[in-house]
């Protein structure tokens, strides 16, 4: 029977973005079903100070809807909507960065509902809680500055991260596609950052929530490497991989590459669909 891919969603992003790939789904003939996590698509708060003319001032103090939302939250809500697509045959559970905590927290602790999970350049905790990877040696190329240039609000203050994605400063928007979008070109990279929307939550789980051999450890799982990631380095895609490997080498990654930077396969995604229509369900299948 056909799986149905359940779909879910980085940073600042939303189900909006999945749509492309969505639909190169359904031309394989395939359904799928992108998540809105909590406080995201049409329940993300747009403060009147983001549209133009901008207000810096009311942009650094407006509340926002996804302050307080956890991990947990996150994946109750796949959960959610996994025990639904359920009804009608396999599942196969894919999440893009970090997206990835979701996925991990959603497999520790509940394994029986997904067939297959797959990460595409997604956060995938073993050996550290997620923060902590942020310092190893892996990810000394990545430009801190460039999501640190959008920042919009101190973190501290209003309990969410908030980037204004809206800037007009150069600077910070090269840096921005340098990090999403660099095999782009500057009106798909616009086309991208407008999908965004302004607050994250800033819930990304502790030690706690670290792939556990028994649980999360059982299901068929594949990592999608992203070549060209400037945001999480293949580099540091490969150490993932290799812990998951490590934590159960009776049932290790299947690993396919794309040709991407971090935002490209979901920008032209055909060759993303069909190496998911590719994917065999509820077993291992052949790594590239």
């Known amino acids: 029977m056909s799986p149905t891919f359940v779909l879910v969603h980085g940073a600042f992003a939303n189900s909006f973005s999945f749509a492309p790939l969505q639909a190169e789904l359904a031309l394989l003939g395939h359904r799928s079903a992108a998540v809105d996590l909590p406080g995201h698509g049409f329940e993300a708060t747009y403060p009147a100070a983001y549209q133009a003319p901008q207000d810096g001032a009311a942009l650094a103090t407006t509340p926002g809807s996804i302050k307080g939302v956890t991990l947990a939250d996150n994946a109750a809500r796949v959960i959610e909507v996994l025990e639904r697509a359920r009804r009608n045959g396999p599942v196969v559970l894919v999440g893009h960065s970090r997206g990835g905590i979701t996925l991990t927290a959603v497999g520790n602790a509940r394994p029986d509902l997904v067939d297959r999970i797959v990460y595409v350049s997604a956060w995938a905790p073993v050996d550290l809680p997620v923060g902590d990877y942020y ?100 580099a540091m895609q490969d150490r993932m991989i290799r812990e998951g490997d490590v934590l159960t080498p009776g049932n290790p990654y299947d690993v396919h590459t794309l040709e991407s930077s971090h935002l490209m396969w979901l920008v032209r995604p055909r060759a993303a669909a069909e190496l998911l229509a590719g994917l065999t369900v509820g077993e291992p299948a052949a790594a590239d």
């Open 135 to 234: 310092a190893e040696p892996e990810m000394a190329s990545v430009d801190a500055a460039a999501l640190a240039g959008a920042l919009a609000a101190d973190p501290a203050a209003v309990g969410l991260l908030r980037s204004n994605f809206r800037t007009a400063d150069p600077a910070v928007l090269a840096g921005l596609k340098e990090a999403f979008l660099a095999d782009g070109t500057d009106d798909e990279f616009r086309v991208f950052l407008n999908s965004f929307q302004p607050d994250e939550n800033l819930d990304v789980g502790s030690s706690a929530d670290r792939a556990r051999a028994d649980t999360w450890g059982t299901i068929p799982r594949t990592y999608v490497r992203l070549s060209a990631d400037t945001s999480i380095p293949p």
